[in-house]
């Protein structure tokens, strides 16, 4: 290891330990506490009023792409890595993580992040659901399981996370969620991976209950823009 990269190091786990000094006092309990009521009552009312709308986006994706089902599986890792089961609306094709492998030259995102504009592999209305954000709807189910949250860091796939510096695996030290502050960005595809990994630790130390708020509401008003991916 170079003298540079030995300097990195010590700085991430400087400012690790300066974060979770901050967020483990005793006065987030409360918080914490007060986010998982609201997690319960917030994606329960949504999965019952969305109920049309779920089975609309199934039977579109059905129809438009029948090699598969409409939603899809995908291994993430939650608080403290620990692994579980992401359900999205499927909005590529059946293969589409074999097909990985012969895009990663094309990769538009620094950082162990894989993205490109015109994804290939994204089958008819794809893309509408991608940017409006109705692909993550079926997240709720995760939310109302615990192993997410409503406002969080995004769940990162293992392959990410072998990548991450000391700094970056704050990230893994709360619950994941449905969406967070990076999500909320005018152009969030085009930070750069250091820029997203500081906003998602930012909201970790900073968090509270109107700043939950106000993402969510931010959130809403990004879906009706179709401000998404």
């Known amino acids: 290891m170079g003298d540079v990269d030995r300097i990195k190091l010590q700085e991430d786990l400087k400012h690790r330990q300066e974060y979770l000094d901050r967020l483990y006092t005793k006065d987030r309990r409360w918080y914490w506490r007060g986010k998982r009521v609201f997690d319960i009552v917030f994606s329960t009312l949504a999965l019952t009023l969305l109920s049309p709308v779920f089975l609309g986006i199934s039977l579109f994706i059905v129809i438009s792409d029948p090699h598969a ?14 692994p579980f089961i992401v359900y999205k609306f499927r909005t590529m094709v059946a293969n589409a993580d074999e097909l990985l492998e012969q895009l990663k030259d094309q990769n538009e995102m620094n950082g ?39 406002v969080g860091p995004r769940p990162p796939l293992p392959q990410e996370v072998a990548h991450y510096s000391e700094f970056d695996k704050l990230r893994l030290m709360v619950t994941p969620g449905l969406t967070c502050a990076w999500q909320i960005q005018p152009r969030r595809n085009d930070l750069s991976f250091e820029e997203w990994m500081d906003l998602d630790i ?26 998404g991916r």
């Open 69 to 82: 089902g409409p939603i899809y599986k995908q291994v993430r890792l939650g608080r403290h890595a620990k």
């Open 202 to 227: 930012s909201y970790i130390c900073d968090r509270n209950f109107w700043g939950d708020i106000k993402i969510i509401l931010a959130t809403v008003r990004t879906m009706l823009r179709r401000d």
């Open 112 to 150: 162990p992040v894989f993205k490109i504009a015109d994804d290939p592999r994204i089958i008819r209305g794809g893309r509408f659901l991608r940017r409006t954000g109705l692909d993550e709807l079926p997240q709720f189910v995760n939310v109302l399981m615990g192993n997410m949250t409503v």
